[in-house]
């Protein structure tokens, strides 16, 4: 059972360029999120998506953009990367927003 | 907002010894609250999670409770060994899909 897949696991960006940070589910949940990790600054909320189709905004939404295709798979891209966006990212997923969060482990990102 | 405290920041303690980890949060409001371990260059792995509803849930050598009015929340980890060194981070949860995160209690056991 492989839970929650991220590629890359590492990446490194020239300011400017642009990636998609990919993360799947086999667990079927409905829920699926994408946070940021900075020290000093805990784990941050990116983009939520309830279910296929629905995607919010979290608390750190500006510079990224998200789709969730089908319900195993939550994508997330950087148009244009910064270097205020040199993080570890984490996308995790749940059935219910009442159940436990499951993670992946990690895209380590710096942007240069 | 949600303010979500981990206090300490850090703990050495000798192996055999209790564990007991700290948190607390400012809005009493909450739908259920997790534990969860991380392990350096890790993700997150949930450990507990209490529904607001329940006082503690029990896992093994671990114990959490929950004091929903006061806006306190404790782990217990009984008999700490070395492979319990690790990030212990706590997260309350509304009743919506936001979660708020500690920033995190990193544990060393001392074999």
Known sequence: ?112 | KQEVTQIPAALSVPEGENLVLNCSFTDSAIYNLQWFRQDPGKGLTSLLLIQSSQREQTSGRLNASLDKSSGRSTLYIAASQPGDSATYLCAVSPYDYKLSFGAGTTVTVRA
């Open chain 1, 1 to 112: 059972n492989a839970g929650v897949t991220q590629t890359p696991k590492f990446q490194v960006l020239k300011t400017g360029q642009s990636m998609t940070l990919q993360c799947a589910q086999d667990m079927n949940h409905n829920s699926m999120y994408w946070y940021r990790q900075d020290p000093g600054m805990g784990l941050r909320l990116i983009y939520y998506s309830a279910s296929e189709g629905t995607t919010d905004k979290g608390e750190v939404p500006n510079g990224y953009n998200v789709s969730r295709l089908n319900k195993r798979e939550f994508s997330l891209r950087l148009e244009s990367a910064a270097p205020s966006q040199t993080s570890v990212y984490f996308c995790a997923s749940r059935v219910t927003d009442n159940s436990p969060l499951h993670f992946g482990n990690g895209t380590r990102l710096t942007v240069t």
